[in-house]
């Protein structure tokens, strides 16, 4: 059974940090990209992040680049969520989700593919962001 776990959400100020951990098991690590999805309250889910556990490569959305840095962490199955400069926007519920990395030619189109929810096979249940101004 395919599990994610996510956690480390919080309540900050703005302009502090916070770190999200997304620990995956019952799947091949590797073979996986995990990204990260958010939904404030009334409003529609955005990818946030995502990592290709196969080669390492990262995507960010244009709100969240420059201060949130993802990374993962193979011998602990973990993919991790590095939150700077949080801004009372980012509060939400944010949720680690995970599907087979298939690289396309096109870097862009891999890119909206990757950030779309629409294509991941697993999620976890969110952890929330509370960013207070």
């Known amino acids: 059974e395919v599990q994610l776990q996510a956690s480390g959400g919080g309540r900050v100020q703005d302009g502090g940090s916070l770190r999200l951990s997304c620990r995956a098991s019952?799947?091949?690590?590797?073979?996986?990209?995990i990204g990260w999805f958010r939904q404030a309250p009334g409003k529609e889910r955005e990818g946030v992040s995502c990592i290709s556990n196969a080669d390492g490569s990262t995507y960010y959305a244009d709100s969240v680049k420059g201060r949130f840095t993802i990374s993962s962490d193979k011998a602990k199955n973990t993919v991790f969520l590095q939150l700077n400069s949080l801004e009372p926007e980012d509060t939400a519920e944010y949720f680690c989700?995970?599907?087979?990395?298939?690289?396309?030619?096109?870097?862009?189109?891999?890119?909206?593919?990757?950030?779309?929810?629409?294509?991941?096979?697993?999620w976890g249940q969110g952890t929330l962001v509370t960013v207070s101004s």
């Open positions: 019952g799947l091949t690590f590797d073979d996986h990209a």
């Open positions: 989700a995970a599907q087979i990395y298939l690289p396309f030619e096109d870097p862009q189109l891999l890119r909206r593919w990757l950030l779309s929810g629409d294509h991941y096979n697993y």
